[in-house]
């Protein structure tokens, strides 16, 4: 729940989900088979809430990057965040899924990505797609916003990554980081040309069974005016260890593509063209030109590592990104 945008690991959009998930079950005709779907959606966002937001002075962090690093971690919501508006909606919509009442008796159902799978939703700028495979969960955004191109939680591409260890989930990347904020951005790809720069954006996903999901659709215009006009496409392959992320270059082209890794501590390096940075690793085909900036914050991790990797083929090629556990 909450992958992008300004409600980004929102504590309040976990609330809102579970008690429309709660409330819906009141709606006539609604089966009891689907009363045990909606309660598995709520108590999961109802324990996510527990796990990754409460706690604090005011009983509820707004979003989990608070839980490491409050101070750092306090603007990582955006303008307007803090415990009133936010904490305050989130509370908001517990008082009212508690007046819905308790369900005794009443068995939950399993979710969709308790097992493997793929499922695409949405369209235009709301288009998204999701892949259980094993112990990997990966979500990808079609494309980013027009109106907020300054904003990286509007961003698209491969938005979050989750690997099941001992026991437990854990993020492979953090969510698109707010701050600090860069003009016009984008993880990528991204084709530098002209002066302008030119940003894939996908019309729609394929589902591909065990290869993964594949975003089709163009390049268009990020600022300037760089001259690309052609249809392509990323792939992004699940991997028993996290995802392998592809995309098509050609001769002359400047590409660029960005990772976002957990930067505990600013401990991110970069070693014979092999990132690795707070139990993640990237590494890349062909060996790209790297860049890396500390400091960035996320609502998920209050310090994070962009690595910046660039490349300059000089024939068409599939350039391939590969995002793993360490």
Same mark, same amino acid.
């Given at each position: 729940?909450?992958?992008?945008?300004?409600?980004?690991?929102?504590?309040?959009?976990? &609330?809102? =989900?579970?008690?429309?998930?709660?409330?819906?079950?009141?709606?006539?005709?609604?089966?009891?088979?689907?009363?045990?779907?909606?309660?598995? =959606?709520?108590?999961?966002?109802?324990?996510?809430?527990?796990?990754?937001?409460?706690?604090?002075?005011?009983?509820?962090?707004?979003?989990?990057?608070?839980?490491?690093?409050?101070?750092?971690?306090?603007?990582?919501?955006?303008?307007?965040?803090?415990?009133?508006?936010?904490?305050?909606?989130?509370?908001? =919509?517990?008082?009212?899924?508690?007046?819905?009442?308790?369900?005794?008796?009443?068995?939950?159902?399993?979710?969709? &990505?308790?097992?493997?799978?793929?499922?695409?939703?949405?369209?235009?700028?709301?288009?998204?797609?999701?892949?259980?495979?094993?112990?990997?969960?990966?979500?990808?955004?079609?494309?980013?916003?027009?109106?907020?191109?300054?904003?990286?939680?509007?961003?698209?591409?491969?938005?979050?990554?989750?690997?099941?260890?001992?026991?437990?989930?854990?993020?492979? $990347?953090?969510?698109?980081?707010?701050?600090?904020?860069?003009?016009?951005?984008?993880?990528?790809?991204? $084709?530098?040309?002209?002066?302008?720069?030119?940003?894939?954006?996908?019309?729609? $996903?394929?589902?591909?069974?065990?290869?993964?999901?594949?975003?089709?659709?163009?390049?268009?215009?990020?600022?300037?005016? @760089?001259?690309?006009?052609?249809?392509?496409?990323?792939?992004?392959?699940?991997?028993?260890?996290?995802?392998?992320?592809?995309?098509?270059?050609?001769?002359?082209?400047?590409?660029?593509? &960005?990772?976002?890794?957990?930067?505990?501590?600013?401990?991110?390096?970069?070693?014979?063209?092999?990132?690795?940075?707070?139990?993640?690793?990237?590494?890349?085909? @062909?060996?790209?030109?790297?860049?890396?900036?500390?400091?960035?914050?996320?609502?998920?991790?209050?310090?994070?590592?962009?690595?910046?990797?660039?490349?300059? @083929?000089?024939?068409?090629?599939?350039?391939?990104?590969?995002?793993?556990?360490?």
């Amino acid at each position: 729940v909450a992958w992008a945008g300004r409600q980004l690991e929102q504590a309040w959009a976990l &609330s809102g =989900f579970a008690y429309a998930a709660r409330a819906a079950e009141g709606y006539d005709g609604t089966s009891a088979a689907r009363a045990r779907r909606y309660d598995g =959606f709520a108590l999961r966002a109802l324990e996510r809430l527990r796990d990754v937001h409460a706690g604090g002075d005011a009983g509820i962090f707004t979003v989990p990057a608070q839980h490491g690093d409050f101070d750092r971690s306090r603007l990582a919501g955006g303008e307007g965040d803090g415990f009133a508006p936010y904490g305050g909606l989130a509370l908001m =919509f517990l008082n009212m899924l508690a007046d819905e009442g308790a369900r005794h008796g009443q068995r939950q159902a399993a979710l969709r &990505s308790d097992e493997d799978g793929a499922s695409v939703l949405g369209h235009g700028q709301s288009l998204y797609a999701t892949q259980r495979a094993g112990d990997v969960w990966l979500a990808v955004r079609g494309r980013n916003s027009v109106t907020r191109a300054d904003d990286l939680r509007y961003d698209a591409g491969l938005v979050a990554l989750k690997l099941h260890q001992d026991g437990a989930w854990r993020d492979l $990347i953090p969510r698109r980081p707010l701050l600090p904020a860069r003009g016009n951005d984008a993880a990528g790809p991204v $084709i530098h040309r002209d002066g302008g720069v030119a940003v894939f954006a996908a019309d729609r $996903i394929r589902r591909r069974g065990s290869r993964g999901l594949q975003a089709v659709g163009g390049y268009r215009a990020l600022r300037g005016r @760089p001259g690309v006009s052609r249809r392509a496409d990323e792939r992004f392959k699940p991997l028993d260890c996290g995802v392998q992320v592809s995309f098509r270059a050609r001769a002359g082209d400047r590409m660029e593509y &960005s990772a976002f890794l957990p930067d505990p501590e600013n401990g991110g390096r970069a070693h014979d063209g092999v990132v690795r940075s707070g139990g993640t690793e990237v590494v890349a085909s @062909p060996r790209p030109r790297l860049r890396l900036s500390h400091d960035w914050i996320s609502a998920t991790h209050p310090r994070v590592l962009r690595a910046r990797m660039s490349w300059h @083929p000089k024939s068409a090629r599939r350039i391939s990104v590969r995002i793993c556990a360490e």
